[in-house]
């Protein structure tokens, strides 16, 4: 009393599609790759925690989620993002990674800076969907080098038709 479907398995370029051929390409930082195997962007979901709030003393403020330790991450860098709050779509930045610029110990976090968003996200649960990658993650000599750079990386997601 059963039917049996057999369903071709999906391809990307000419290569079967497979969890461990995605987890493989978010390792390697080949977000545009996994977004196409996935069929829809890769992203992180948590609840935004309290920082250290550097980023609103530089006009910066960001959106910091600890991910699981289980999470797989693409690798440290910035990312050109877009941020769902509450069921509406944000052009974002994201950096993932430890902020060496601010201390050396800091846990990998996913900070992301939310354009033309003014309120308060703590305790709010947020999803980050990464389009592109923009840069690798590093260390500043200073403050104000960090905010002429994450000044450049806005210029350069506003660019982007994401």
Same mark, same amino acid.
């Given at each position: ?16 599609? @497979?969890?461990?051929? =995605?987890?493989?390409?978010? /390792?390697?930082?080949? &977000?545009? *790759?996994? $977004? ?52 509406? @779509?944000?052009?974002? =930045?994201?950096?993932?990674? /430890?902020?060496?610029? &601010?201390? *050396?110990? $800091? ?56």
């Amino acid at each position: 009393g059963y039917e049996l479907y057999v369903i071709e398995k999906e391809k990307y370029h000419d290569k079967d599609i @497979s969890s461990t051929g =995605i987890s493989s390409s978010i /390792i390697e930082g080949r &977000i545009e *790759e996994t $977004n196409e195997m996935l069929d829809h962007p890769y992203s992180v979901i948590g609840k935004v925690e309290e920082g250290k709030k550097i980023g609103r003393t530089i006009n910066f403020p960001t959106a910091n989620i600890l991910p699981a330790a289980t999470k797989l991450l693409p690798p440290n860098g910035v990312y050109a993002t877009r941020t769902n709050i509450n069921g509406k @779509s944000y052009r974002s =930045i994201t950096n993932v990674g /430890i902020n060496p610029t &601010i201390s *050396e110990n $800091n846990p990998t976090k996913v900070e992301t800076y939310v354009a033309n968003f003014h309120g308060n996200l703590y305790g709010e649960v947020i999803e980050v969907s990464f389009y592109e990658f923009m840069r690798g993650e590093r260390k500043f000599d200073d403050i104000e080098q960090l905010k002429k750079q994450i000044t450049m990386d806005i210029n350069d997601r506003i660019k982007m038709k994401i």
